[in-house]
């Protein structure tokens, strides 16, 4: 009986032992086998943000959705928020900010949002659920020219999920900033991350979002510092620990 071999994980290889009766269904077994197993063992692609071609879109942070969250504390929530707001501003990335039905229960976008970006394209969609279904808003997206998404909102599978799933769908390459974003409970904020991450998105948090986007310390110690340090106490120890052996 034939055997084949299969490199089902990185650095791991499966024997299989199968009984055919000819050496044509030998065949066709090792046809099959291949390309099952073809994508587990093709080479990767690391996509890495790039801050010259991403834009940032603050999806549905309105003041009735925020109560829905309940995967994140109030306070750690909002740190988190401003804390993407913050890394995109001190980047100058495009940012676009949409809501949804306002006028309704979903209330407005919460204040910080449209203060830290007072120029920013503002999108109030009329009841659209999916973002990407505001043309108006897509529009804006595809205005700036770039290849890459941020995106973050409330909720996580909904008004996180339909515009992933949608700008993958049309070519983008999208990053989901997954403590900016909230919903119900674990279990609904798993599912939703599973669904878009085998679409292709990529699950990042604000603070990998920052690295990711500074390549390289050496660009700016203390502004890139400071931006960590206002939101990760722990950071600001390092930070003042630090300029106090340079004085």
Request: charged share 20%; net charge negative; glycine share 6%.
């Amino acid at each position: 009986m034939p055997e084949f071999s299969l490199k089902d994980r990185p650095g791991r290889t499966t024997t299989t032992t199968i009984a055919t009766a000819s050496p044509i269904i030998d065949n066709t077994v090792k046809f099959i086998i291949f390309y099952r197993y073809k994508d587990v063992t093709m080479s990767f692609t690391y996509k890495r943000l790039d801050k010259d071609d991403v834009t940032l879109l603050l999806v549905d942070h309105q003041a009735g959705l925020l109560s829905l969250v309940r995967d994140f504390s109030p306070d750690d929530f909002k740190n988190n928020v401003l804390a993407l707001a913050d890394i995109a501003r001190f980047f100058n990335i495009p940012t676009i900010l949409t809501t949804s039905f306002e006028d309704g229960p979903n209330g407005p976008m919460v204040p910080e949002l449209k203060e830290a970006f007072p120029d920013a394209p503002y999108f109030a969609r009329p009841g659209q659920i999916n973002a990407w279904d505001n043309e108006d808003f897509v529009a804006a997206v595809k205005a700036t020219g770039k290849k890459q998404l941020l995106i973050a909102g409330v909720v996580t599978d909904v008004c996180v999920a339909f515009p992933t799933l949608s700008a993958i769908e049309e070519g983008y390459d999208v990053f989901v900033v997954t403590d900016a974003s909230g919903t119900f409970n674990s279990v609904t904020r798993d599912a939703a991350w599973s669904r878009m991450q085998q679409a292709g998105a990529q699950l990042m948090n604000w603070f990998s979002v920052a690295g990711e986007l500074h390549r390289d310390w050496r660009n700016d110690i203390e502004g890139f510092g400071g931006v960590l340090a206002s939101h990760l106490p722990h950071y600001a120890n390092l930070m003042q620990s630090f300029s106090s052996q340079q004085k």
